[in-house]
């Protein structure tokens, strides 16, 4: 039975958790570089074995999983390769937020572990949750593919024109309602979230808010990653297993890039043409399938690139000398950037405003997609905002007649 095999699963995921914190770090510690880097590269070697017990699963149909043959041993492979990778890949600008959030309330470094440990507990039930929950929708209606492959390529706009440098926990609604019924100490207390004052209550610590503003981190970044492997499988076991085995090296690798992460200056470049290439297949899926052997070259193409380009442009930038001519390349470099900017947020832009358009006499929400479209556009273009403004006015004279027909129809029935 398939629930023996998803027994076996989080039963191990647990053993290993138990082991960590159990184990390895019942005591609070400073988690050293080669340490993490050590740990990474344990955690990429479970995920790259339980790639062969994908293949042996699917292949001999093991405990029911599988049943009718739909996929292949070496397909279900490479979904999880890919689907791993897509969501390691994305797991770097987490690190980055994480990193933010830590220096925003000075965690001492001995307790970020806890916090991430637990962070990632959390993450394990709720990403669950969101993968369930988006697979069913995509099993009842088959369109919402459209709405993920437009939503991921708003996604790479807004990865690119975003910073990260401004966090404002004051505007995170679980930390004003948590700060509203609970009192919050202004230090540490050890590695406790929770403690009791002189008065026997118990009070928060700002271990909480820090553990809080990660897992918020965690679910802004879920609902984009986690389309973006739906459009590599939608089998429920590799979706969850590819995401549970990044999430469980998500720490590792947090200590392993967080002092180097600033070095990595075009990985996100990388990431923003992902969430592109992802959008797209979605978009296109009911045109042409990307076969998943093609979609994992394309992928680590596009991440080697932005690594690649990344170490070149640290080494030039070491032999660099100051010049007067400085402040202009800067200058240049700058109006690049923007023009740069708005190419990519025309062309995704317009892709989504004629993905919508097609779905006018083929199946799909355009209603919807077509003003997603234009507000990608408007992002950056004026004319795109008249065109946006135009089309909310025509639907309010389509709507204004239905509301009060359905209102008469209310009174009456009263």
Do not use: C
Request: net charge positive; glycine share 6%.
């Amino acid at each position: 039975m398939v629930i023996w095999l998803w027994t076996a699963f989080l039963s191990f995921i647990a053993l290993m958790l138990v082991f960590d914190l159990g184990v390895l770090n019942r005591q609070s510690r400073i988690i050293t570089f080669y340490e993490a880097l050590a740990w990474t590269a344990v955690w990429v070697m479970l995920a790259l074995g339980f790639t062969a017990v994908v293949y042996f699963l699917y292949q001999h149909q093991v405990w029911g999983i599988n049943a009718g043959g739909v996929l292949s041993g070496q397909d279900a492979a490479l979904q999880f390769v890919t689907a791993y990778l897509i969501e390691k890949s994305l797991s770097i600008d987490n690190i980055f937020v994480i990193a933010l959030v830590f220096g925003y309330f000075h965690v001492p470094l001995e307790y970020q572990h806890r916090v991430l440990f637990w962070g990632v507990l959390t993450a394990i039930v709720l990403r669950g949750a969101m993968i369930f929950g988006g697979l069913a929708l995509l099993h009842a209606f088959e369109w919402i593919t459209y709405i993920f492959g437009a939503f991921l390529l708003y996604t790479a706009v807004k990865m690119l024109v975003a910073q990260h440098d401004q966090l404002r926990p004051e505007h995170n609604p679980l930390i004003r309602v948590m700060r509203r019924w609970l009192p919050v100490t202004a230090d540490y207390h050890g590695e406790h979230f929770f403690i009791r004052d002189e008065q026997r209550k118990r009070v928060a610590t700002p271990l909480l808010l820090a553990l809080i503003m990660v897992e918020s981190a965690d679910i802004i970044f879920a609902v984009d990653s986690i389309p973006a492997v739906i459009a590599v499988t939608r089998d429920p076991f590799l979706v969850f297993t590819s995401n549970i085995f990044a999430i469980l090296g998500l720490r590792s690798l947090y200590f392993a890039l967080a002092t180097m992460i600033q070095k990595l200056r075009y990985i996100k470049i990388s990431l923003v043409f992902l969430l592109v290439f992802i959008g797209l297949k979605m978009l296109l899926a009911g045109v042409y399938q990307v076969p998943t052997e093609l979609s994992l070259i394309i992928i680590v193409a596009i991440l080697a690139v932005g690594v690649i380009a990344s170490v070149a442009a640290r080494r030039q930038q070491a032999e660099e000398f100051l010049s007067p001519m400085a402040d202009e390349l800067q200058r240049m470099f700058t109006m690049t950037y923007y023009n740069a900017r708005r190419v990519v947020i025309l062309v995704t832009g317009s892709t989504v405003v004629l993905a919508g358009l097609v779905m006018i006499v083929a199946p799909g929400p355009a209603i919807l997609v077509i003003p997603l479209g234009l507000s990608i556009l408007a992002t950056e273009f004026i004319w795109a905002r008249h065109l946006l403004n135009k089309f909310k006015e025509n639907a309010d004279h389509v709507t204004k007649p239905v509301r009060g027909f359905f209102s008469r129809l209310f009174r009456r029935g009263k």
